[in-house]
């Protein structure tokens, strides 16, 4: 069982440093969280402080390289731009609206208090989401004659969509934010795992008859993916 996290602070690193002990783990090992920012070092259990500072400063070109290509942050906070299906609009804070939030061509219209302002805006975008998904999972399953159990949606960093065995689909809200043709691919992809647990050859085929965006979904998230783990 993993220990307690904890901050390390290393003059020569210009980012936050997580330390995690693990009984689980073998070697010492280090990776970005691309959406905080932070370097996230996991080491074996009984390994000294010392060793685990010069294993991140002996690997600290590495780390600048990889902090250096994050995409920058972009909050939910008022005036700022945050794409929906692709578009960018605004936040605009009212506080005279009233009611849900309200998405517009142009902009994201938010009532009520500013400390509440981020977390409707991605309570309303998590709800666009599961509507889109949901509809357009049902849609792909019916064409293939198979049932969905369930469509959730939560905040992955790993994968942008999972099914399980039993016909459960789960997904990454933030594919709200992708263009049409992203979110279109992505449940093309899990739902074909509903007719093939696997990735072979048969499944692949199963996917092309249910989107014909394969190849330029695949290559927007590999480029864009890392920007929608900033967005919030």
């Avoid at 142009?106 to 977390?119: H, K, M, T, Y």
């Avoid at 085929?205 to 249910?210: K, N, P, S």
Wanted: glycine content about 8%.
């Amino acid at each position: 069982m993993a220990q307690r996290e904890r901050l390390l602070a290393i003059d020569t690193i210009p980012a936050p440093v997580r330390l995690t002990v693990s009984a689980r783990a073998r070697r010492l090992s280090m990776r970005l969280d691309v959406v905080t920012g932070d370097l996230r070092v996991t080491v074996p259990r009984g390994v000294r402080e010392a060793d685990v500072r010069d294993f991140v400063r002996r690997n600290g070109g590495w780390a600048e390289q990889r902090l250096g290509a994050l995409p920058p942050a972009r909050p939910f906070a008022d005036g700022i731009a945050v794409p929906v299906r692709g578009t960018d609009r605004a936040i605009r804070h009212d506080p005279a609206h009233r009611g849900r939030v309200r998405i517009d061509a142009d902009a994201i219209v938010v009532g009520g208090a500013p400390e509440f302002l981020a977390r409707r805006v991605r309570d309303a975008l998590r709800e666009e989401a599961r509507r889109l998904l949901s509809e357009a999972s049902r849609e792909k399953a019916d064409a293939l004659g198979r049932p969905v159990r369930a469509v959730t949606v939560r905040d992955t960093v790993s994968r942008w969509g999972s099914c399980a065995h039993d016909g459960r689909l789960s997904y990454s809200w933030r594919l709200v934010m992708a263009p049409p043709f992203v979110l279109d691919y992505v449940v093309g992809h899990e739902v074909a795992h509903l007719a093939e647990m696997n990735h072979s050859a048969r499944f692949w085929r199963t996917v092309e008859r249910l989107t014909p965006h394969v190849e330029a979904g695949r290559a927007w998230l590999k480029h864009h993916g890392p920007a929608l783990l900033r967005i919030g």
